[in-house]
């Protein structure tokens, strides 16, 4: 794809970047929300890069957010608008400075623009991040070596009549319906393939990529989906029926849902983004065309990360039943 | 408390009704939602009741809905329009005709006014209505024979600042905060008398009574209290921590929590009502100083309508594991 | 595989028998407990045999249950004793007339012979029985006609040192670890394809099939995994810690075991049989090299069963939260 | 009970110590594992306590920890070897030097002997002990002054036909019957105050104390129910039907068992001891006639331990749905 640089397949769903040359990385640096106390990290992203001669660019936010400044050191980078802009003049790398909800973001920039994405975590642990604050200079340095892996992540996307989210109708963690304006439960009707699964009465309903299984689905009683998994998970959330449970399914079906209540609009939504609906929408969510591309720079453990995040290896409460 | 009537106490909040001798019993009809297939039941209690001489008053919502027939049968009865004038003139039981929600509703009429409420189901068993359509005229003999027992039911009372649901603020189920304009989750600082229980972070929290143990709260993972036990309980709605589990505490206990998110409003129910809250409200729950008395009629087992409702007797799943 | 029948590759593991002209279909019926209430349809699944001619064998069970009675109907019959002979001798389809259990035990005899297997159920309406003990005639038929369509199931194949359950050392449904002799809980270390996933610290440990999905993982949290999904399930039992939730993983992993505790000796199953080990033993589950076959003749949806197994469509509470 | 020391009670079982004049205090010490890495505390406590002239006694447990040793500190104290000599020669306080596994142990000593236990927590946080390794000094002087007040926890009592358990019937955190041969779900007839509450087909049963709610039951989907409540929970384990939930009970009723499944032989458990039973056993469950008295020192919020000992305070996942 770029000058001496190429993938190599391996299984389940990672890519080798195996550096064969010299070549000038070109590289996006994106961030939604920069505070006093992050800029010292951008900071250092921007100065390794420099020091190894990247060409640069920023994500509008980051201009903007210099804007009253006059920082001379984002004076003269390209700054990149939107998904049009990039996609006629495309990076090689796009750096995500924050925590996982900003990667989240960055994928509405991306899209179907085949640019790996690599999560330089400013805040908690995340899942999708996989650099540490204090480990910029040597991330930089594996990228430009081409010392990585890619882990290649199903998106959903979603369609509705009227339509909602117009171009940005897709999500890397879950779709949800959501009751809205009062007490009641919606009822949802279900469909897989055409054919009808179930009538949800519920407070809501996730459906989840294998990478939003370790979110909001989880919360509402969802299973783990290892990564490498092809698989959508359906949860209901506070079903009435206690016999209803989130199903696994590959994710190559179709899925149709209808929509009742007693409140007039519901809520819809993909990531963090949402839009209300009425039971006049049809909504459908299938796997999108494309994948987004992680950059998994220290070939960390899933299962590490996950037993990080969910303190598996802590002892919550006494030994009593030992 | 009526001429020729007298409580007495029993284990577990129980009392006996015991006929002592004949007396005119005074009886308000109460519903809500008369449909053509619900009326001939309506008539029927009508008919009962006045085949034993009783006194019969209809709420207004009977009232309006046979306003445009100049039905002959209610012209002459005995109006109710709200809790003041029911104060004022007691009857001495109450008969819901609906469902479990009609019962809910009859609360807001009878409050803390000491009128037995006797539920006569017009739909699926519910598990506060405790007579069967289709045994009216029984229920309506036991009634006046005095042949009933009485559980008192505890109230939640609801207090916040700025006043929200004014004279209207309990609940025989729950009360329940919830996010509502978009994803995020909200975080609920809960106090138990003063002291710090915990910041919830979900997408809301449930304060139940014993009598709602079978409804929201269970529906997200709260365990069902049996009738007697003089309990509350703390439930959250798909919390964000795994560890968070539903708390079962005393009902004498008082409980305050402020609320914060990403939106400017969030919803706050009683039972069926609801109303918009900010982060500037402050909440709190504590148990009413009075009680809802239930008529048991049938001296229904509560084990008995538990394992019913919630078919514990079926075999769900085939038998592999046995 | 006979003659006059083809396979055809559909999507999603299935194939269609398609009937091309005539032939003498050979048929084994299983069963493992005859009862004086069963025997009516085990004569009826007979009588259709014979009447389209089929080549008719029993396995050993059946011949036993008659022994005493020189039943006469039985006595010319070819008697299966065991998977060798079967393997020398195959047929064309297995009947397990009895309900899951007994298909589960047919697993055994059948193995990586490739018959497929058609349940008639006997029992309660099950997972992987499709025909109702009252539509014999009908299924017969319809095997004869070539009219149905198999679902090709994985198998869990387990490994030990030292060796367990000899050559019966495969599951349909699950395989799963348990403490046994005291109240203790048991550490169960988990790797994944060689890398550590997690030290469980519970009651026990299943790794359920797909098809064992609605079965006890379900009783302990586990997901539903729709027909057709390449996955494992690992559901912890009882685990002490909260955060730790079931995982589903690719089906094509290698995963092991070593089991510590207070107890000697440790529980391990697979479907319905069971062996004692100890911390000593080293266990591996991956999948089998096999798959087993099941006849579906009414292409009954499998939603439609799960709805009916779990009662989705049932409203078990009272509708108050509507 | 003591010169110069008595309760006064407050509210929630609670009473309070107040010093009113010199006394000797005399005090059990109570361990069942000593090791070289608890010993330094063990001499810790005995120094603490001679240093303000307290008599002092050891459990037969203590004593054989140093038998071998001719432990020239250990050798003059009185050796408390049962329930029988505690009772005619009781103490003012029993010191647990372990876990909450000790002071579990302990209470087979004490029974209903009234002596208040104050745990000494020689590993991680316990829920029952309240005093850390590293404040045994301040501890000491506390109890010395009277100034800690006491919680009275409710203990269940056993009782069988045949014989199980002796006199070593009750327990403070829960009973148990559990499989335990083989693959099978055990069937348990539970009653209610001899009414029929529910036939539970299952992997096993708890009954849980409040003290117990944070054991076992929670792992197996019981609510956390707070201290004061006067509350039993049955938890069904790995039931069957999922509509089978956990039951809040009144500790006052009387709750009695039968068993049956495919095994010969079930688990009993009280806390950590264990018996072996047959479907010919009966078994019953009530509170038992005296509390265990537990020594808060520090008057440790309750609510503060949950939250330390479940990791409430802790952002388990990223913040993504935030």
Chains 1, 2, 3, 4 share one sequence.
Not at 42 to 63: P, R, T
Not at 98 to 115: A, F, K, M, P, Q
């Amino acid at each position: 794809m770029f000058d001496g640089v190429e993938y190599e397949s391996e299984k389940r769903d990672r890519f080798i970047f195996s550096h064969q040359s010299k070549f000038q990385m070109k590289v996006l640096l994106y961030a939604n929300r920069l505070t006093p106390r992050n800029e010292p990290f951008f900071f250092e992203v921007l100065d390794s890069l420099k020091k190894i001669h990247a060409e640069i660019g920023v994500y509008k936010d980051i201009k903007d957010h210099f804007s009253e400044r006059n920082e001379k050191q984002i004076e003269d980078l390209e700054v990149i608008y939107d998904y049009y802009q990039l996609k006629e003049n495309p990076y090689q790398f796009l750096l995500s400075l924050g925590g996982d909800g900003t990667i989240l973001n960055s994928t509405l920039l991306v899209r179907d623009i085949d640019i790996p994405i690599l999560g330089i975590n400013l805040g908690t642990l995340g899942y999708l991040s996989s650099v540490e604050k204090n480990k910029i200079k040597e991330a930089i340095e594996s990228l430009s070596k081409g010392a990585f892996s890619i882990d290649e992540r199903t998106m959903l996307q979603f369609n509705s009549t009227p339509v909602l989210f117009r171009e940005e109708n897709f999500a890397l963690n879950d779709f949800s319906i959501h009751k809205r304006d009062n007490s009641s439960m919606i009822t949802v009707h279900t469909y897989i393939n055409g054919e009808f699964l179930n009538t949800y009465w519920a407070d809501g309903l996730i459906v989840s990529t294998q990478t939003g299984s370790t979110g909001y689905s989880l919360s509402c009683g969802g299973p783990i989906v290892a990564v490498g998994c092809k698989n959508f998970i359906i949860t209901p959330v506070a079903p009435h029926n206690l016999n209803v449970r989130p199903v696994v399914l590959s994710e190559d079906v179709s899925l149709t849902f209808k929509v009742e209540g007693r409140g007039d609009k519901f809520l819809c939504t993909l990531d963090s983004r949402h839009a209300l609906i009425t039971s006049e929408h049809e909504l459908a969510i299938r796997k999108a065309d494309f994948k987004i591309k992680l950059i998994d720079l220290e070939k960390m453990s899933y299962f590490k990360t996950l037993r990080n995040k969910l303190m598996w290896g802590e002892d919550l409460r006494n030994k009593l039943r030992q």
